[in-house]
């Protein structure tokens, strides 16, 4: 009897994951539904940005009805999957696809002639375009010598820092060139220390498993995860001594560092705490302090990243979107001329900045004057004119569709590396790196794995360096 009460149960519960998978499916059905079509008639546009389709609706708003693309806002993941699947099937997507770095890599897994975007470069060299925009920002929207995709953005870094607490301490910031000087110089600001003995204030915003910010810091040393070819360069001398920094600053004696993380209210409170003193602060940043953190104005100042050696490069870059046209859309021609108004317009470049912080990558387009008003959260410097003199610095960066694999795996390899830190006592840099060495190794070993599987991106071809020149 009870072995077919069990029995029961069992067809029961097969039955009830039956229908779970099945209105799962119908769910999915349903949403893909739901996502705006295709119009019969105009230009459709995709963008999963809110701030940005707000920015563009008062620029195209008196633009002719044939040339006005109506803008879709859509969820990054779902427009993520709208866009592979066109890509992957040949069905309809959007005209226009405005594309965030982290899912652009996806398109250009197979050959060059099965990437769903249309092939920009030559267009862009005929029209003087490579010369007008800032070049390393064509790195990510490009694979294999070929551009498919108008930059948005530059996203140069700098420090943001507490300018109250480091000027009431009587401290000048611009005795800081490299990241030994920015330790030695701030380092009095850790003296203070609560009731558990720790300082009551650390001087930087990050921590080992921050995988955008390792990036960041090994770009900015001129280590990374690919070199000009794409192939995987993990393993690194470079690379080892930045994570070894990085470990170093987390843990043991000559901790600075400290997570106040950002998006979030616990870590915006830290922030407005003190309790860090410098974060990271790409363009885009300062806006989302402003929104986030509006106690701070006044309080705050920026600063170009200390080098990793002197005379080293001062910033880095930390996100990116760009404004690509689908391969299958009918009358390229007309694509081009609404995506390059839209891109490289003064209204946007105005728009982009004073709603967003943003500057555009439009070198022709750094004079305007907008970018020497004062800026009241930031003690009233001048930032847009800082931010622009860093950009044609910013490293170039990889498309290949692995990156936030080789990401991943470095930041497992930071991640392991502080937990052998602790464990043999290991305090220095020179200390870890041998260790550091072998664990990148097996992150590169990883990433090169899954790169030999796939005969159009094998990391034994040679290919024409990125960027398209």
């Given at each position: 009897?009870?072995?077919?009460?069990?029995?029961?149960?069992r067809?029961?519960?097969a039955?009830?994951?039956?229908?779970?998978?099945?209105?799962?499916?119908?769910?999915?059905?349903i949403?893909?539904?739901?996502?705006?079509a295709?119009?019969?008639t105009g230009?459709?546009m995709?963008?999963?940005a809110r701030?940005?389709?707000?920015?563009y609706d008062?620029?195209?708003?008196?633009?002719?009805?044939?040339?006005r693309?109506?803008?879709?806002l859509?969820?990054?993941?779902a427009?993520?999957?709208?866009?592979?699947?066109g890509?992957?099937?040949s069905?309809?997507?959007?005209d226009?696809i405005?594309?965030?770095?982290r899912?652009?890599?996806?398109?250009?897994?197979g050959?060059?002639?099965s990437?769903g975007?249309?092939?920009?470069?030559d267009?862009l060299r005929?029209?003087?375009?490579l010369?007008?925009?800032?070049?390393?920002?064509?790195?990510?929207?490009?694979?294999?010598?070929?551009i498919f995709?108008?930059?948005?953005?530059?996203?140069?870094?700098?420090?943001?820092?507490?300018a109250?607490?480091?000027e009431?301490a009587g401290?000048d910031?611009s005795?800081?060139?490299t990241?030994?000087?920015f330790?030695?110089?701030l380092?009095p600001?850790?003296?203070?220390k609560?009731?558990?003995?720790k300082p009551?204030?650390?001087?930087?915003?990050?921590?080992?498993d921050k995988?955008d910010?390792?990036?960041?810091?090994l770009l900015?040393?001129?280590g990374g995860?690919?070199d000009e070819?794409?192939?995987?360069r993990?393993?690194?001398?470079?690379?080892?001594?930045?994570?070894?920094?990085?470990?170093?600053?987390?843990?043991?004696?000559?901790r600075?560092?400290?997570?106040?993380?950002?998006?979030?209210?616990?870590g915006?409170q830290?922030?407005a705490?003190?309790?860090?003193?410098?974060?990271?602060?790409p363009?885009?940043?300062c806006?989302?302090?402003?929104?986030?953190?509006p106690q701070l104005?006044?309080?705050i100042?920026?600063?170009?990243?200390?080098?990793?050696?002197?005379?080293?490069?001062?910033t880095s870059?930390?996100?990116g979107?760009m404004l690509g046209?689908?391969k299958?859309?009918p009358?390229?021609?007309r694509?081009?001329k609404i995506?390059s108004?839209?891109?490289l317009s003064?209204?946007?470049a105005?728009s982009?900045y004073?709603?967003?912080?943003?500057?555009?990558?439009v070198?022709?387009?750094?004079?305007d004057p907008?970018?020497s008003?004062?800026?009241?959260?930031?003690?009233g410097?001048?930032?847009g004119?800082d931010?622009?003199?860093?950009a044609?610095?910013?490293?170039?960066r990889?498309?290949?569709?692995y990156n936030?694999?080789?990401?991943?795996r470095?930041?497992t390899?930071?991640?392991s590396?502080s937990?052998?830190?602790?464990r043999?006592?290991?305090?220095?840099?020179?200390?870890l790196?041998?260790?550091a060495?072998e664990l990148?190794?097996?992150a590169?070993?990883?990433?090169r794995?899954?790169i030999e599987?796939?005969?159009?991106?094998?990391t034994?071809a040679?290919?024409?360096a990125?960027?398209?020149?």
């Amino acid at each position: 009897m009870i072995d077919a009460v069990i029995d029961s149960i069992r067809r029961w519960s097969a039955s009830l994951g039956v229908l779970v998978i099945a209105l799962l499916a119908i769910g999915s059905s349903i949403a893909v539904v739901a996502i705006p079509a295709k119009s019969a008639t105009g230009v459709q546009m995709w963008t999963f940005a809110r701030l940005h389709k707000q920015m563009y609706d008062p620029i195209i708003a008196d633009w002719p009805a044939e040339s006005r693309p109506q803008i879709a806002l859509l969820s990054h993941p779902a427009l993520e999957r709208r866009m592979l699947q066109g890509f992957l099937t040949s069905t309809p997507t959007a005209d226009l696809i405005e594309c965030e770095r982290r899912s652009v890599g996806r398109a250009f897994v197979g050959p060059l002639d099965s990437v769903g975007f249309t092939d920009m470069t030559d267009r862009l060299r005929s029209e003087g375009l490579l010369e007008q925009i800032n070049m390393p920002s064509f790195g990510p929207w490009s694979s294999r010598g070929r551009i498919f995709g108008l930059p948005h953005d530059v996203h140069p870094v700098m420090l943001g820092y507490r300018a109250d607490i480091v000027e009431a301490a009587g401290i000048d910031v611009s005795t800081i060139e490299t990241w030994d000087d920015f330790v030695r110089v701030l380092g009095p600001l850790m003296s203070e220390k609560g009731p558990d003995g720790k300082p009551k204030r650390y001087l930087l915003n990050i921590w080992e498993d921050k995988e955008d910010l390792i990036e960041l810091l090994l770009l900015q040393a001129g280590g990374g995860f690919f070199d000009e070819q794409e192939r995987v360069r993990i393993a690194t001398p470079t690379n080892a001594r930045v994570i070894s920094t990085i470990v170093t600053w987390c843990r043991g004696p000559g901790r600075i560092a400290a997570d106040a993380a950002d998006f979030s209210a616990s870590g915006n409170q830290l922030k407005a705490d003190g309790y860090v003193v410098a974060a990271f602060m790409p363009d885009w940043m300062c806006n989302v302090w402003k929104n986030e953190i509006p106690q701070l104005s006044g309080k705050i100042r920026l600063m170009p990243l200390p080098a990793w050696t002197k005379g080293g490069r001062r910033t880095s870059v930390w996100g990116g979107t760009m404004l690509g046209i689908s391969k299958t859309a009918p009358d390229q021609e007309r694509l081009w001329k609404i995506a390059s108004k839209l891109y490289l317009s003064p209204e946007l470049a105005r728009s982009l900045y004073s709603t967003g912080d943003i500057i555009t990558p439009v070198r022709t387009l750094w004079n305007d004057p907008i970018f020497s008003e004062p800026d009241p959260y930031f003690s009233g410097q001048r930032k847009g004119r800082d931010y622009i003199a860093l950009a044609p610095d910013v490293p170039m960066r990889t498309s290949s569709p692995y990156n936030v694999m080789a990401k991943l795996r470095v930041q497992t390899a930071v991640i392991s590396l502080s937990a052998h830190a602790q464990r043999v006592g290991a305090t220095s840099v020179e200390a870890l790196e041998p260790r550091a060495m072998e664990l990148l190794k097996v992150a590169e070993d990883q990433v090169r794995a899954q790169i030999e599987r796939n005969v159009f991106l094998n990391t034994s071809a040679e290919r024409p360096a990125r960027g398209g020149v």
